[in-house]
T-cell receptor, first 111, second 113 residues
Framework: QKEVEQDPGPLSVPEGAIVSLNCTYS??????FMWYRQYSRKGPELLMY????GNKEDGRFTAQVDKSSKYISLFIRDSQPSDSATYLC???????????FGDGTTLTVKP | DAGVIQSPRHEVTEMGQEVTLRCKPI?????LFWYRQTMMRGLELLIY????????DSGMPEDRFSAKMPNASFSTLKIQPSEPRDSAVYFC???????????FGEGSWLTVV
């Protein structure tokens, strides 16, 4: 079983919809939680970064971490066609140099 | 900042040939990562360095793969001999802040025929 499991998708929504992307994990040592966005034929880019539990908001994006359930989410409000991409969750322990990535969820927002 | 710079962006080579991928990390970053991405296996960490020292190479698939970081501004990933199953996108990434936030290059798209 993988340390990080991500809802596989693909996900297709109409423009303006609220999108929920989710990951679960098994390693309780994870303290840092990240979301990366990857456009087609590009490298992943950091979208959100959260330490420990709680919520973090940045514009239309909200990252949520529930360490008790080992569950993280990324919410996208008022989704736009430009949000169409693959979203990867990633997690890391305090003393580890490397992050563990989910397999990604591909999102398409239709105009 | 120019970001993480990788070369070549695209490479097509014949089976058995040596492939060398190059990376220039973001200045000041002390972590450097090499990842491989395929449809079947997703994003896999091959090896990472901290202050030019290899820390974890457990993801390197086999002895045909090797990576070096001779100084803080340059790293190579070498495949010798290459095989068709090595066809993938290879990403170099760098980070400061203990590796918490990673900045990826645009990738090297490798096709081995």
């Amino acid at each position: 079983q993988k340390e990080v499991e991500q809802d596989p998708g693909p996900l297709s929504v109409p423009e303006g919809a609220i999108v929920s992307l989710n990951c679960t994990y098994s390693n309780s040592a994870f303290q840092y939680f990240m979301w990366y966005r990857q456009y087609s034929r590009k490298g992943p880019e950091l979208l959100m970064y959260t330490y420990s539990s709680g919520n973090k908001e940045d514009g239309r994006f909200t990252a949520q971490v529930d360490k008790s359930s080992k569950y993280i989410s990324l919410f996208i409000r008022d989704s736009q066609p430009s949000d169409s991409a693959t979203y990867l969750c990633a997690m890391k322990g305090t003393n580890a140099g490397k992050s563990t990535f989910g397999d990604g969820t591909t999102l398409t927002v239709k105009p | 900042d120019a970001g993480v710079i990788q070369s070549p962006r695209h490479e097509v080579t014949e089976m058995g040939q040596e492939v060398t991928l190059r990376c220039k990390p973001i200045s000041g970053h002390d972590y450097l990562f090499w990842y491989r991405q395929t449809m079947m296996r997703g994003l896999e960490l091959l090896i990472y360095f901290n202050n030019n020292v290899p820390i974890d190479d457990s993801g390197m698939p086999e002895d045909r793969f090797s990576a070096k970081m001779p100084n803080a501004s340059f790293s190579t990933l070498k495949i010798q001999p290459s095989e068709p199953r090595d066809s993938a996108v290879y990403f170099c990434a760098s980070s400061s802040r203990g590796g918490n936030t990673i900045y990826f290059g645009e990738g090297s798209w490798l096709t081995v025929v």
